[in-house]
Nanobody, 128 residues
Framework: QLQLVESGGGLVQPGGSLRLSCTASGFSVDYYSIGWFRQAPGKEREGVSCKSRSDGSTYYADSVKGRFTISRDNAKNTVYLQMNSLKPEDTAVYYC?????????????????????WGQGTQVTVSS
């Protein structure tokens, strides 16, 4: 059974950092494309970052470029999202998702409709 579990969310002050983890079971993350998405209250879910399978290409939403970094630890079967210089507008529930497809462009990699498997989400709140 394929499963994704997110962790690492919490309350942080503006300018602070958090590292989210997405731990997979039932499959190997190096053979799947992994995406991070977020959904704020009253807003649609949006793609934040993703790492495509095979060549490991990474993509970021313009709103997080230079602040967020996605990485993968195959030994721990975990994908991370390092979030620095956090802003109040980063407040949302963050989800990780996985799919066996190889994404060659950000428009696909950051699209939530492209992913088959989802975690339950972790809350990130940026507030003073």
């Amino acid at each position: 059974q394929l499963q994704l579990v997110e962790s690492g969310g919490g309350l942080v002050q503006p300018g602070g950092s958090l590292r989210l983890s997405c731990t997979a079971s039932g499959f190997s993350v190096d053979y799947y494309s992994i995406g991070w998405f977020r959904q704020a209250p009253g807003k649609e879910r949006e793609g934040v970052s993703c790492k495509s399978r095979s060549d490991g290409s990474t993509y970021y939403a313009d709103s997080v470029k230079g602040r967020f970094t996605i990485s993968r630890d195959n030994a721990k079967n975990t994908v991370y999202l390092q979030m620095n210089s956090l802003k109040p507008e980063d407040t949302a529930v963050y989800y990780c998702a996985a799919d066996p497809k190889f994404f060659r462009a950000s428009s696909y990699c950051l699209s939530d409709t492209a992913y088959h498997y989802w975690g339950q989400g972790t809350q990130v709140t940026v507030s003073s």
